[in-house]
């Protein structure tokens, strides 16, 4: 068998491992914890409670300031890894202006913690993500 064929068939057993199993299972116990994310317009700070509670304040630039809190849930029972906020609003460029549950898919790379948005509803192209270090 040539090197070629057999990285073929190395990266297509990864890709389909990947395809069937998701992302790594990431407790949630793992992911309470304070969040930041940026964009030109000011400061996302999230913070998860272990008590299912979270708070949410957005700084901008001008220094006005949002809050909004309420609960959160963690599902792991599909492929990934997912942090649903219970009737958010928030200010984020492009967001959806009701409030309504949020899914973020959480994933850990290089050192963090990430929450990405994945939602279609989004006006812009590329929401920020919030982050922190694994601890």
Same mark, same amino acid.
């Given at each position: 068998?040539?090197?070629? $064929?057999?990285? &073929?068939?190395?990266? @297509?057993?990864?890709?389909?491992? !990947?395809?069937?199993?998701?992302?790594? %299972? +990431?407790?949630?116990?793992?992911?309470?914890?304070?969040?930041?994310?940026?964009?030109?317009?000011?400061?996302?700070?999230?913070?998860?409670?272990?008590?299912?509670?979270?708070?949410?304040?957005?700084?901008?630039?001008?220094?006005?300031?949002?809050?909004?809190?309420? $609960?959160?849930? &963690?599902?792991?029972? @599909?492929?990934?890894?997912?942090? !649903?906020?219970?009737?958010?609003?928030? %200010? +984020?460029?492009?967001?959806?202006?009701?409030?309504?549950?949020?899914?973020?898919?959480?994933?850990?790379?290089?050192?963090?913690?990430?929450?990405?948005?994945?939602?279609?509803?989004?006006?812009?192209?590329?929401?920020?993500?919030?982050?922190?270090?694994?601890?």
């Amino acid at each position: 068998m040539n090197a070629s $064929r057999r990285l &073929f068939i190395v990266v @297509g057993s990864a890709v389909i491992a !990947i395809a069937c199993f998701g992302d790594p %299972k +990431i407790p949630r116990e793992a992911v309470i914890g304070e969040y930041g994310a940026g964009e030109p317009y000011g400061l996302h700070e999230l913070k998860l409670y272990e008590d299912g509670n979270y708070a949410y304040r957005f700084t901008s630039k001008t220094d006005a300031e949002f809050t909004w809190s309420g $609960r959160w849930d &963690f599902d792991t029972q @599909g492929t990934r890894n997912v942090v !649903i906020l219970r009737a958010f609003s928030s %200010k +984020i460029e492009g967001a959806p202006p009701e409030k309504r549950d949020w899914r973020f898919v959480v994933e850990e790379d290089s050192g963090l913690y990430r929450f990405l948005i994945q939602d279609p509803r989004f006006q812009t192209s590329h929401p920020p993500s919030f982050e922190r270090p694994v601890k």
